[in-house]
């Protein structure tokens, strides 16, 4: 295969840095960007995850970074360059757009931005999935002559870590997001990526995000950019620079099961040195700490769902509800066995749908963490914030 994957230490956050090191990163693959011509419509799909977050907190992409791209995008004179997001459901793109300056970054480039929201979405086949016979994608992107995918290196709860791979979950309808949630992350961001293939992707590296992601993350200056045109292999030298084993990241693994592993001989590593860039990354939650009052029974769960319940239990914490559910008894795990009455019970996880009737029930594979905390919150006996989870039950 001998691929290449280039890895490349950026002087400085702001564009004119920015722009010189994405420069040297296509000067090693031999100009990716070659494909770009008159007439093209290029798509640019930044990693947006929240709408108030600013990306010096490893959350969201260094929007100087997609400025870059873009400048050196126009150079090939495309019909058209386009900025577009799906944000995570219960977000608002177009707040987030102006939060962190896109909308400026438009102004002065003549970039568009696109809510892919407000677009139309497209049913396509897929095969070979175990989960999925089609997928709503965004029109925008299943049309563009050339998507530009950058997403932000960070650790993430469900999955282990988010890069390339899964910010495409962006390019789908929020319908299909649930659908997503309910059968299983990993698996369907593998599906997915069988139908939406970037041209070029570049992960945003400059400040990382490591702990409790996605929307938790504690900041990393990373100064780094992985620039490939093929998103598995950007993901697996990502997993190695952030001190992950590429067989535990669930969404790399199901491309080993497969496809077969890659050997690292396949992937040819341009730029800095990947001995010498590795910087081991602090995991998202991966395990139930409960206050006292709390009570888990853990039977046989997950990684990513018992880290969805640690972290759903520390935003209960900050908003000062758990005291008021006490005792708690949280049952998760395929082999958890019906829980008791006469407490406050939570049931977690599509694994344990047959309990649901048991207790207070959600969904998911793994289940989404605000789900969890709104369910807290009615079971506290205030409204929730995120409206109805019978959505995300298929």
Same mark, same amino acid.
């Given at each position: 295969?001998?691929?290449?994957?280039?890895?490349?230490? %950026?002087?400085?956050?702001?564009? =004119?840095?920015?722009?010189?090191? #994405?420069?040297?990163? $296509?000067?090693?693959?031999?100009?990716?960007?070659?494909?770009?011509?008159?007439?093209?419509? /290029?798509?640019?799909?930044? !990693?947006?995850?929240?709408?108030?977050?600013?990306?010096?907190?490893?959350?969201?992409?260094?929007?100087?970074?997609?400025?870059?791209?873009? @400048?050196?995008?126009?150079?090939?004179?495309?019909?058209?360059?386009?900025?577009?997001?799906?944000?995570?459901?219960?977000?608002?793109?177009?707040?987030?757009?102006?939060?962190?300056?896109?909308?400026?970054?438009?102004?002065? &480039?003549?970039?568009?931005?696109?809510?892919?929201?407000?677009?139309?979405?497209?049913?396509?086949?897929?095969?070979?999935?175990?989960?999925?016979?089609?997928?709503?994608?965004?029109?925008?992107?299943?049309?563009?002559?050339?998507?530009?995918? *950058?997403?932000?290196?960070?650790?993430?709860?469900?999955?282990?870590?988010?890069?390339?791979?899964?910010?495409?979950?962006?390019?789908?309808?929020?319908?299909?997001?649930?659908?997503?949630?309910?059968?299983?992350? +990993?698996?369907?961001? =593998?599906?997915?990526? $069988?139908?939406?293939?970037?041209?070029?992707?570049?992960?945003?590296? %400059?400040?990382?995000?490591?702990?409790?992601?996605?929307? +938790?993350?504690?900041? /990393?200056?990373?100064? &780094?950019?992985? #620039?490939? %045109?093929?998103?598995?292999? *950007?993901?697996?030298?990502?997993?190695?620079?952030?001190?992950?084993?590429?067989? @535990?990241?669930?969404?790399?693994?199901?491309?080993?099961?497969?496809?077969?592993?890659?050997?690292?001989?396949?992937?040819? #590593?341009?730029?800095?040195?990947?001995?010498? %860039?590795?910087?081991?990354?602090?995991?998202?939650?991966?395990?139930?700490?409960?206050?006292?009052?709390?009570?888990?029974?853990?039977?046989? +769960?997950?990684?990513?769902?018992?880290?969805?319940?640690?972290?759903?239990?520390?935003?209960?914490?900050?908003?000062?509800?758990?005291?008021?559910?006490?005792?708690?008894?949280? #049952?998760?795990?395929?082999?958890?066995?019906?829980?008791?009455?006469?407490? !406050? /019970?939570?049931?977690?996880?599509?694994?344990?749908?047959?309990?649901?009737? &048991?207790?207070?029930?959600?969904?998911?594979?793994?289940?989404? *963490?605000?789900?969890?905390?709104?369910?807290?919150?009615?079971?506290?006996?205030?409204?929730?914030?995120?409206?109805?989870?019978?959505?995300?039950?298929?």
């Amino acid at each position: 295969m001998n691929e290449k994957v280039a890895m490349v230490k %950026t002087a400085g956050n702001d564009a =004119v840095p920015l722009r010189d090191a #994405v420069q040297r990163a $296509l000067d090693l693959l031999d100009s990716p960007l070659k494909g770009v011509g008159p007439g093209n419509c /290029v798509v640019i799909k930044p !990693n947006i995850t929240a709408d108030s977050i600013s990306w010096r907190q490893g959350i969201v992409t260094n929007p100087n970074l997609v400025h870059a791209i873009i @400048e050196l995008v126009a150079e090939r004179n495309p019909r058209e360059i386009l900025i577009a997001e799906g944000i995570a459901v219960g977000q608002d793109v177009k707040k987030a757009y102006s939060f962190l300056g896109y909308d400026k970054i438009a102004g002065a &480039t003549g970039a568009r931005l696109v809510d892919l929201y407000d677009e139309a979405f497209v049913d396509i086949p897929i095969t070979g999935s175990n989960l999925h016979s089609t997928m709503q994608i965004a029109k925008t992107i299943m049309e563009a002559d050339f998507l530009i995918n *950058v997403p932000v290196m960070k650790t993430h709860v469900a999955v282990g870590i988010s890069v390339c791979m899964k910010n495409l979950m962006g390019t789908i309808s929020a319908e299909q997001k649930k659908k997503f949630h309910f059968f299983g992350v +990993a698996e369907s961001v =593998v599906d997915l990526n $069988l139908v939406v293939r970037p041209h070029l992707s570049i992960a945003d590296g %400059t400040v990382a995000g490591e702990g409790d992601g996605p929307m +938790a993350n504690d900041p /990393v200056g990373f100064q &780094t950019i992985l #620039v490939g %045109t093929d998103n598995r292999l *950007v993901d697996t030298i990502c997993a190695r620079v952030m001190g992950f084993e590429p067989s @535990e990241i669930e969404i790399l693994k199901i491309c080993n099961d497969r496809w077969g592993a890659l050997p690292a001989a396949d992937i040819e #590593v341009v730029g800095e040195a990947t001995s010498q %860039t590795v910087r081991p990354f602090k995991h998202a939650a991966e395990c139930v700490k409960p206050p006292q009052g709390v009570e888990c029974t853990e039977g046989g +769960a997950c990684a990513a769902c018992t880290g969805a319940i640690e972290l759903a239990l520390a935003r209960a914490r900050q908003m000062d509800i758990l005291e008021q559910l006490k005792p708690l008894r949280i #049952v998760c795990g395929p082999d958890s066995s019906p829980p008791g009455t006469g407490e !406050n /019970v939570l049931v977690v996880g599509k694994c344990l749908s047959h309990l649901k009737e &048991t207790g207070n029930f959600v969904p998911g594979c793994p289940p989404q *963490v605000f789900l969890i905390a709104d369910e807290l919150r009615e079971m506290a006996g205030i409204d929730r914030i995120f409206g109805c989870k019978d959505g995300y039950n298929f």
